[in-house]
């Protein structure tokens, strides 16, 4: 009886979310938020799935959201980071070149800041591409 409690629970916060993604009230909740890290959050793991699942358009349209519409730095290099990898996992590697340039200049003493800069160092070596 409680697995059947669960299941209904998950169902029914699964379709509220989803109506609630669907209908745009989600992304106007995250627009109305620009201080929020709760709602920065969000953005970047929605662009973290887009990631996962393969979809390198949306992970760079949520990524972006991330640095561009909120106040707040929580996501930001992380984001940087993952549209270094979008553009890697496409093959535009002169784009993913300049994220990580980027991301290392602008935020070196961040964990992705240190990734980026090794990530740029190896493209630079392995495919003879320059600055």
Do not use: W
């Given at each position: 009886?409680?697995?059947?409690?669960?299941?209904?629970?998950?169902?029914?916060?699964f379709?509220?979310?989803?109506?609630?993604y669907?209908?745009?009230?989600?992304?106007n909740?995250?627009?109305?938020?620009?201080?929020?890290?709760?709602a920065q959050?969000?953005?970047?793991?929605?662009?973290?799935?887009?990631?996962?699942?393969?979809?390198?358009?949306?992970?760079?349209?949520?990524?972006n959201?991330?640095?561009?519409?909120?106040?707040?730095?929580?996501?930001?290099?992380?984001?940087y980071?993952?549209?270094?990898?979008?553009?890697?996992?496409?093959?535009?590697?002169p784009?993913a070149?300049?994220?990580?340039?980027?991301?290392?200049?602008?935020y070196?003493?961040?964990?992705?800041?240190?990734?980026?800069?090794?990530?740029?160092?190896?493209?630079?070596?392995t495919?003879?591409?320059?600055?």
């Amino acid at each position: 009886m409680k697995k059947f409690i669960l299941v209904i629970i998950l169902a029914g916060t699964f379709y509220f979310c989803y109506d609630y993604y669907k209908s745009g009230k989600f992304n106007n909740y995250l627009e109305q938020n620009p201080d929020s890290v709760i709602a920065q959050g969000i953005e970047y793991y929605m662009g973290y799935i887009n990631y996962i699942r393969r979809n390198y358009g949306g992970a760079i349209f949520r990524f972006n959201r991330v640095i561009n519409n909120y106040k707040v730095e929580n996501y930001k290099s992380k984001s940087y980071y993952h549209i270094a990898l979008c553009y890697e996992e496409q093959n535009c590697i002169p784009e993913a070149i300049k994220v990580y340039k980027f991301l290392y200049m602008n935020y070196p003493n961040s964990y992705e800041g240190n990734l980026a800069k090794k990530r740029f160092d190896y493209l630079l070596s392995t495919r003879n591409y320059a600055e």
